[in-house]
């Protein structure tokens, strides 16, 4: 298979200890969980949340941009948006619900993380049910009608003191290591990625790690093809 032929083309690119070690990343990444940030306009809160996604192996993030462009600070996300697999939904007036439409044609029950009514608490949310993906907000005004309309749940963090909310990429942070870490001490849960997932996720971390990976690529398609 020519995916397979150029992963192991360009794995000579790189040391044997960054192969080592996208192979035990890729062991505990999951897409069972997904993060969609709506309209977050400070970009230290939307790099930090990108941060939290890698380090607690959230792979898919969905970026929503109604009002706001999605921005990410290099001194705060260090690197994480290199290995995240980012989508972007900013053709149309209302992108939330193309946004959340895709995800639940992808079977995601869309999980708005903010006060309601028929909330959950993040210690009784049942995780089991099925695939899940985090709504999270805009710093001043929170997730927007069409988002709250368009949730299947809402799940909110337990709070003890006077002040009734977090900063987005704290929120983030604590749901996100909370939901992974309960996922992966569930053997009823399927989170891992399949094989093929592993597969492309593993050469696109190839070529952002390669100088001219794209050269590279282009030589090795046109060696295989005179062969």
Same mark, same amino acid.
């Given at each position: 298979?020519?995916?397979?032929?150029?992963?192991?083309?360009?794995?000579?690119?790189?040391?044997?200890?960054?192969?080592?070690?996208?192979?035990?990343?890729?062991?505990?990444?999951?897409?069972?969980?997904?993060?969609?940030l709506?309209?977050?306009?400070?970009?230290?809160?939307?790099?930090?949340?990108?941060?939290s996604?890698?380090?607690?192996?959230?792979?898919?993030?969905?970026?929503?941009e109604?009002?706001?462009?999605?921005?990410?600070?290099?001194?705060?996300?260090?690197?994480?948006?290199?290995?995240?697999?980012?989508?972007?939904?900013?053709?149309?007036?209302?992108?939330?619900?193309?946004?959340?439409?895709?995800?639940?044609?992808?079977?995601?029950r869309?999980?708005?993380?903010?006060?309601?009514?028929?909330?959950?608490?993040m210690?009784?949310?049942?995780l089991?049910?099925?695939?899940?993906?985090?709504?999270?907000?805009?710093?001043?005004?929170?997730?927007? *009608? /069409?988002?709250?309309? $368009?949730?299947?749940?809402?799940?909110? !963090?337990?709070? =003890?003191?006077f002040? #009734?909310? @977090?900063? &987005?990429?704290?929120?983030?942070?604590?749901?996100?290591n909370?939901?992974?870490?309960?996922?992966?001490?569930?053997?009823?849960?399927?989170?891992?990625l399949?094989?093929?997932? *592993? /597969?492309?996720?593993? $050469?696109?971390?190839?070529?952002?790690? !390669?100088?001219? =990976?794209?050269?590279? #690529?282009r @030589?090795? &398609?046109?060696n295989?093809?005179?062969?």
């Amino acid at each position: 298979m020519m995916k397979e032929k150029l992963i192991g083309y360009l794995s000579d690119f790189v040391t044997q200890r960054r192969l080592e070690l996208f192979d035990k990343v890729l062991g505990k990444r999951t897409r069972y969980i997904t993060v969609v940030l709506e309209d977050i306009f400070q970009s230290h809160n939307a790099s930090a949340v990108l941060r939290s996604c890698d380090c607690f192996g959230i792979q898919n993030i969905h970026v929503i941009e109604n009002l706001n462009k999605f921005q990410v600070s290099p001194d705060v996300a260090l690197g994480a948006n290199k290995w995240l697999t980012i989508y972007k939904y900013s053709r149309y007036k209302n992108n939330t619900k193309d946004c959340i439409n895709t995800l639940k044609e992808q079977g995601y029950r869309i999980v708005a993380t903010s006060p309601h009514k028929n909330n959950s608490l993040m210690n009784d949310f049942d995780l089991a049910k099925g695939k899940t993906a985090l709504l999270f907000g805009s710093e001043l005004h929170g997730l927007s *009608k /069409s988002a709250l309309e $368009l949730a299947d749940e809402f799940v909110m !963090i337990p709070m =003890s003191g006077f002040t #009734e909310s @977090l900063n &987005i990429s704290v929120s983030a942070a604590l749901l996100i290591n909370y939901f992974t870490s309960l996922l992966r001490n569930d053997p009823s849960i399927n989170w891992q990625l399949s094989t093929e997932e *592993k /597969s492309d996720i593993k $050469l696109q971390w190839l070529k952002n790690s !390669i100088k001219k =990976s794209d050269a590279i #690529e282009r @030589l090795f &398609i046109e060696n295989q093809q005179i062969d």
